[in-house]
């Protein structure tokens, strides 16, 4: 079983880091060059949670699956989830229910040799290849933890000036 605690922990930082961007109304107004604003980056997160709950969901249920995250990074795509989602508030209401799901899903509910399932990914970050080559179904879960989660909270907090992260 994977423990959860850390995930549930990285989502719980990242969605307080969105509350705080989105309360400061101090927020950069343009991103730096490449970057995406808040609720670019809040929609990327509820598109690689949904992939990643589709790739568990497929795993469980021994059906064979791959693990692709190029759909969350495709503007148009980011850009329909923050509409589909309502803006600001419905991105962070979306990633704390698909965080509800994805620590029942990837603790208790799997079996270590379905957690063992090695799952073809390809991850995506700026237009670069991270990884191309199977994974193990845990390391994919855990990698949101680790690394995913992590990584886009210390982006959110960037939009911030830097007399609000000084405080």
Known sequence: MVDTTSLRD???TLLDAASTV???GETSPVPPTGEWNADQILAHVAL???TTIATVSAASAG???TYDTRTAHDIWTIERVIELAGGNAGLRERIRLQADALCALGGPMLSETELDTPVPALLLSHDKVL???PLP???LITG?????????T???LALLPQAAVDD
Request: no cysteine; proline share 7%; charged share 20%.
């Open 10 to 12: 990285a989502y719980g």
């Open 22 to 24: 989105t309360g400061s």
């Open 48 to 50: 690689v949670n949904a």
């Open 63 to 65: 059906a064979p699956t």
């Open 131 to 133: 990884l191309n080559r």
């Open 137 to 139: 179904l845990r390391d």
């Open 144 to 152: 949101l933890a680790d690394a995913e989660l992590p990584g886009h």
């Open 154 to 156: 210390r982006q959110l």
